[in-house]
C-alpha cells in the first residue's frame, strides 16, 4: 500500500473521479469530453443515493464498493473552477483515495452535500 506522501505527490488535481451525468453516456458528459484526457474504471467506497433526482455519493471508507470513472487529465486543474460553479452548492469537491487496475490513487469527487439513501 502506498504512503500518504506518495498519493499527494502523484498530481491527483490531474484526476477526477465521477459517477453521474458526467461519466460517459451520461447527459452531461459533454463538458469533459471538450478535454484531452483518458477515463478508466474505478472503485470507490461509500454510499449512493440520490438528491432532488440527480445521483450522488457520499465517501465512506467502510462504505460499500461502487464502480464509477476516473478522468485524467493535465487540463483539469484550469476546468476545476467552471466545474465547481456546475456542480454547485450542492456537491463539494474532495479528494478521496479509489483503486484502478488494482492500484491505489487519490482523485478529486464532487461529493452530494444532501443525501437521501432512499431516493
Not at 452531461?28 to 477515463?39: H, P, S
Not at 464498493?65 to 476516473?70: E, K, S, V
Amino acid at each position: 500500500m502506498p504512503q500518504i506522501w506518495e498519493l499527494i505527490s502523484d498530481n491527483p488535481e490531474e484526476r477526477l473521479i465521477v459517477y453521474g451525468s458526467l461519466a460517459p453516456g451520461g447527459a452531461n458528459n459533454f463538458i469533459l469530453a471538450r478535454l484531452e484526457g483518458t477515463w478508466q474504471k474505478c472503485i470507490i467506497w461509500g454510499h449512493m443515493g440520490r438528491y432532488r433526482g440527480f445521483k450522488v455519493f457520499r465517501h465512506d471508507p467502510d462504505g460499500e464498493a461502487h464502480q464509477a470513472w476516473l478522468f485524467s487529465s493535465p487540463l483539469l486543474p484550469q476546468k476545476y473552477p467552471d466545474l465547481d460553479d456546475f456542480e454547485g452548492d450542492e456537491y463539494r469537491r474532495i479528494l478521496i483515495p479509489a483503486v484502478v487496475d488494482g492500484q491505489e490513487i487519490l482523485a478529486y469527487i464532487y461529493e452530494g452535500r444532501y443525501f437521501d439513501q432512499n431516493g
